[in-house]
């Protein structure tokens, strides 16, 4: 029996880990805080998925160290991010950098890690796919900082109850207690630049977030759908000429 490629068993898990968070965010209102757990596990989802080695040779090795230890830093930020109250916003600003950082880097290392596969398999399109609901969760998340640190940043147009924007969280609950579910909502919407206008980013810093994940998933995208199309493109070359071997 052929041994499973530990680099597929990645993309199968970080799939797994951005689905199980989507479908938290889905319960009823009072369940939606189980996607916690999730947000805390992706930094070790990313660690077992993208800390190998892409490459040989000591740079390599070294930014592979760097990768590890901020993916670390990344859990122990969320944590105490979880955990803190919403009065003290500024335990929101270490997490808003590192997991740009770590989102930003795991999704090079994917789309390097998806140019090693000479052939497009179920495996491949999970990795991909894995990347996406990266992208969207992370943003979400980063969305859901930004609300923490300067409320009032995402208005919903269509709400007219406050306690619907912000869900039960009053000044001094937990910051998990925040909606995540809309905040999520927007950063998928926005990623895809869906925008039905429901919600709407109302200062700055929530205007330029927003911008960088319209273009970060465009990009995504563009380079994914390359790298296919590339794949795609050699596989059914090698294919029509094991076949004229075969014929000849």
Not at 104 to 123: F, G, T
Not at 129 to 153: I, N, R
Not at 167 to 174: D, L
Not at 175 to 195: H, K, Q, V
Request: hydrophobic fraction near 50%.
């Amino acid at each position: 029996m052929a041994r499973a490629n530990p680099r597929h068993l990645g993309y199968r898990l970080l799939l797994a880990n951005g689905l199980t968070v989507i479908g938290c965010l889905m319960l009823p209102a009072g369940m939606r805080q189980l996607s916690a757990l999730g947000y805390l596990a992706m930094p070790w989802v990313l660690l077992f998925s993208l800390g190998a080695r892409v490459e040989p040779g000591r740079w390599s090795r070294q930014r592979t160290r760097a990768y590890r230890l901020l993916a670390v830093l990344t859990f122990a930020s969320s944590l105490g991010w979880y955990f803190t109250s919403a009065q003290e916003s500024r335990a929101g600003l270490p997490l808003l950098v590192v997991w740009t950082l770590l989102v930003a880097w795991s999704c090079e290392r994917l789309i390097r890690n998806l140019a090693k596969d000479r052939a497009i398999s179920r495996d491949v399109l999970m990795g991909a796919l894995a990347g996406y609901l990266l992208l969207g969760l992370a943003a979400g998340l980063l969305f859901a900082v930004l609300e923490s640190l300067a409320p009032g940043s995402f208005v919903n147009t269509v709400a007219t109850d406050v306690s619907l924007l912000h869900g039960a969280a009053g000044p001094a609950a937990k910051i998990f207690s925040l909606d995540f579910a809309e905040l999520n909502y927007y950063a998928f919407i926005t990623l895809t630049t869906t925008g039905y206008g429901d919600i709407s980013p109302v200062t700055p810093q929530s205007q330029l977030l927003s911008v960088m994940v319209a273009v970060s998933g465009t990009v995504y995208l563009a380079l994914v759908m390359g790298l296919l199309i590339s794949r795609y493109t050699v596989q059914d070359a090698e294919e029509e000429i094991a076949e004229e071997r075969e014929d000849s």
